[in-house]
T-cell receptor
Framework: GQQVMQIPQYQHVQEGEDFTTYCNSS?????IQWYKQRPGGHPVFLIQLVKSGEVKKQKRLTFQFGEAKKNSSLHITATQTTDVGTYFCAATPRREYGNKLVFGAGTILRVKS | ETGVTQTPRHLVMGMTNKKSLKCEQH?????MYWYKQSAKKPLELMFV???????ENNSVPSRFSPECPNSSHLFLHLHTLQPEDSALYLC???????????????FGEGSWLTVV
């Protein structure tokens, strides 16, 4: 079935370093969403990308949607300890797959101060 | 604060017990979901309800039995569970039906279940 692959599984960075997580699909995506789950918490919606090549920013977070709408990335500039958690992408493959929202496995981010 | 409330937050049950997880959404959404989150595994969609009708059951064992009496409430009835069923069970809701592209999912805080 359709899958959304997310890499890396885990990243441990020094505070102040940048961080990027990638989401890839073999299927063209209608849109992609990003969620953050703090340790012990629940996933919280961050943003949605819809257009090919779209770039959106939220303070130190930059989200990109690939030109072919098959991949996306989340980049955090100058990480802080408040950034720790698991970042999930969730994508809606094109209509022939029923428009189900498929979650990636998540990237666990740890920030060392 | 989330608009999706789950109780209990923590539950320990024996393999012969019967218990239920409860979820209520205060967002006026039409769709509700149960997800299972285990350590080192992706979020697993279990059940989907749209306008209180079940639209999806992702091959979930019958020891998990959902109930959706109305669009705001969702239950997960548990009986004769196994230790490997221990996980975080997340309830979620969305405004639109699951078939609508770009549907944003709002999660509850989850119920941590331990089966002993």
């Amino acid at each position: 079935g359709q899958q959304v692959m997310q890499i890396p599984q885990y990243q441990h960075v020094q505070e102040g370093e940048d961080f990027t997580t990638y989401c890839n699909s073999s299927t063209t995506l209608s849109n992609i969403q990003w969620y953050k789950q703090r340790p012990g918490g629940h996933p919280v919606f961050l943003i949605q990308l819809v257009k090919s090549g779209e770039v959106k920013k939220q303070k130190r977070l930059t989200f990109q949607f690939g030109e072919a709408k098959k991949n996306s990335s989340l980049h955090i500039t100058a990480t802080q300890t408040t950034d720790v958690g698991t970042y999930f992408c969730a994508a809606t493959p094109r209509r022939e797959y029923g428009n189900k929202l498929v979650f990636g496995a998540g990237t666990i981010l740890r920030v060392k101060s | 604060e989330t608009g999706v409330t789950q109780t209990p937050r923590h539950l320990v049950m024996g393999m012969t017990n019967k218990k239920s997880l409860k979820c209520e959404q205060h967002l006026g959404h039409n769709a509700m979901y149960w997800y299972k989150q285990s350590a080192k595994k992706p979020l697993e969609l279990m059940f989907v309800y749209n306008f209180k009708e079940q639209t999806e059951n992702n091959s979930v064992p019958s020891r998990f039995s959902p109930e959706c009496p109305n669009s705001s409430h969702l239950f997960l009835h548990l009986h004769t569970l196994q230790p490997e069923d221990s996980a975080l069970y997340l309830c979620a809701s969305s405004q639109d039906s699951p078939g609508v592209a770009g549907n944003t999912i709002y999660f509850g805080e989850g119920s941590w279940l331990t089966v002993v």
